[in-house]
Each structure stands twice: as structure tokens, then as C-alpha cells.
């Protein structure tokens, strides 16, 4: 069993040490500036090289069921309403059963992906583009409208629990740029230009089996030292288990370190609060932990965010 390299209190950062770092990650990932931000890496020869990881044809769900329950991760649950397919009337001939939905997108329940317009710092949003483009009406610039074709490439997932030899990580406990390293040496993989990559810290089986607890306050994530490891491989996507961010913050002034570099630094779509206990088993089986993988947000195109369901392909 690998040692842990994290503990329960993050190494702190200044807002000097974070600005050095921010000013290092967006300098390195000056090629993801524009619209896609670092989608651009996902080619179309990468994306039929990524064809090439479907060998089983399994296919498994990244996503979390919608969260229609108050909890205290869940204050604004989405709501599902039912309309009675008669409405009272005679239950002869032909009638539709319908529903509707209603949901905070950015919430700590459900999946979902951030659009770049998501993270607004400094007064600008990815690539000096600036805040005043969001307005009540919608985003202008950086909105899911511009992954209308969706996101489908390699998807690896390097799972840091499994690495430690424990079921999750604990809230407050973090992932550093060492574990990923030792993540993918203990899995026989490695993250490459253009990959999406997941890792996973065991939010949702710690949920499932000690309940809901307030995420806001404490829970796992990367520790911003980490984002150097997906700036050097260039990776096209970040998703985890959690919201990516751990809490408490462990940088000085600024409450979600990871996504302020990875989307407003370095151009990256994030994904927050998958699952990936269905997927685990299924990589231990085949012994691998790449797949093909699509991902497709909604047709919302002045929005900051969409709820997804991302598939893996075996």
C-alpha cells in the first residue's frame, strides 16, 4: 500500500504563492485561449485515436441519479414535478404522461459540467475576456453554446483512494501532483495530451455510506499544485467525484482555488460531482483504466453550466 501523501490539513498558500502559480499554469497554457479553451487539444485524429480504446463495448455511466431530496449538500435539490396523464379525465382514448424539471445547475449533488463563463476573477472571465459579457440574459462568450458538439475523447480515470489503500478520502484531505504521478504508476496508465482526465476521491461512496454532509464546509479535492501535472500533459478535461476543489480552501482569499486555475488560467471545462463506483469495478476487471468516452451537454447556449451524463466505452 502506497504511503499517504496528503493528511487532513493541505499545505497552505499565500495570495502571493497562488498569483506566482496562476501566472505559471496560464503562461504554459497560452495555446487554450480562445473559445474552446483547451478542447482545442481534442482533435478529430485524437478523437479516432480514442476509437480505439473500445475493445469490450461495456459502456457505463459517469453520473450521479438528480438529486430531488433536501440534504445538507442538496439546499436547492432539482425539482421533478409530476402531471397526471388523465388530468381527471375519462381514461379512454389517448393521453400523455408529462414532467417537468427545474435545477441549480452549480449545486454539490448533481453532475454537471462548468462552462468556462463559469469562473468570473478579477473581473475578467478565461482569456481576459471580460465579466460584463454575463448578464442576466446570459453569457455572451465562453457559454455551453460552444460545446454543442459535445466533448468525446480518452478518458482516463487515476483513482487516489484505491492508491492509499482506503475507501475515500477523508473531507479536507487533498490530491498533489505526486499522487496522480503515483496513481498512474499503480495503474499501468498514463494521461496524454488531449485526455480527459478523472480522478476519483470517493465523495459519492462515502455519501452513499455515512450520508450527506455539508460539502460546502469540508470535502476532498485536488490541492492547486496539482494543476501543474495537467498543465504539463495537456490535458483537455478535468472531472472528479467531488467539485475538484477541497475544502476548507487552502489558499489565502480565494475559496475554489482549482477552479480559478483550471478555467480561468488554463481554458478547462470541468466536470463536478461524478460517480465512478460503477466504473471502478469495471476497469479493475478489464485491467485497464482508459476507455473512449462521450460527453454531451445540453443545447443551452447562453448558459454558464449543464447537468451531463457522461458515458465510458470499454
Known amino acids: 500500500m502506497a504511503a499517504r501523501a496528503s493528511g487532513h490539513k493541505p499545505p497552505r498558500l499565500t495570495t502571493a504563492e497562488f498569483d506566482t502559480l496562476y501566472q505559471r499554469l496560464a503562461s504554459s497554457t497560452s ?65 400523455f404522461a408529462r414532467d417537468s424539471f427545474a435545477m441549480n445547475v452549480h449545486g454539490d449533488t448533481d453532475s454537471h459540467l462548468d462552462a468556462l463563463c463559469h469562473v468570473i476573477y478579477r473581473g475578467t472571465l478565461h482569456g481576459s475576456v471580460s465579466a460584463s459579457s454575463v ?43 505526486d499522487d496522480l504521478r503515483a496513481a498512474e ?36 479535492g485536488l490541492h492547486p499544485d496539482a494543476l501543474g501535472f495537467l498543465a504539463e500533459r495537456r490535458v483537455a478535461v478535468l472531472g472528479g467525484d467531488g467539485n475538484n476543489d477541497t475544502a476548507p480552501s487552502p489558499v489565502d482569499g480565494v475559496d475554489f482555488p482549482v477552479h480559478v486555475l483550471a478555467m480561468h488560467a488554463m481554458g478547462l471545462h470541468l466536470l463536478d460531482y461524478l460517480q465512478f463506483e460503477d466504473l471502478v469495478p469495471v476497469c479493475a476487471a478489464e485491467g485497464r483504466w482508459s476507455f473512449f468516452c462521450a460527453v454531451a451537454p445540453l443545447r443551452l447556449p447562453v448558459a454558464t453550466g449543464s447537468p451531463v451524463n457522461p458515458i465510458a466505452i470499454m
Open 185 to 220: 504508476e499503480s495503474q499501468r496508465t498514463r494521461v496524454g495530451e488531449g485526455d480527459l482526465l478523472f480522478v476519483r476521491v470517493g465523495h459519492r461512496k462515502r455519501r452513499a455510506e455515512e450520508g450527506p454532509w455539508r460539502t460546502a464546509e469540508a470535502r476532498a
Open 31 to 95: 495555446w487554450a485561449a480562445g473559445e474552446l479553451g483547451a478542447l482545442v487539444a481534442l482533435t478529430p485524429r485524437r478523437v479516432a485515436e480514442a476509437a480505439r480504446e473500445i475493445r469490450s463495448g461495456t459502456t457505463v455511466t459517469l453520473a450521479a441519479p438528480v438529486e430531488t431530496s433536501t440534504g445538507p449538500d442538496s439546499p436547492e435539490p432539482a425539482q421533478h414535478t409530476m402531471r397526471s396523464w388523465s388530468d381527471g379525465r375519462d381514461s379512454q382514448g389517448l393521453h
Open 135 to 177: 448578464t442576466q440574459s446570459g453569457a455572451r462568450a465562453l457559454a455551453v453554446g460552444a460545446l454543442a458538439n459535445g466533448i468525446v475523447g480518452r478518458g482516463v480515470l487515476l483513482d487516489i483512494p484505491r492508491l492509499h489503500g482506503v475507501p475515500w478520502l477523508e473531507p479536507g484531505e487533498h490530491v498533489r501532483a
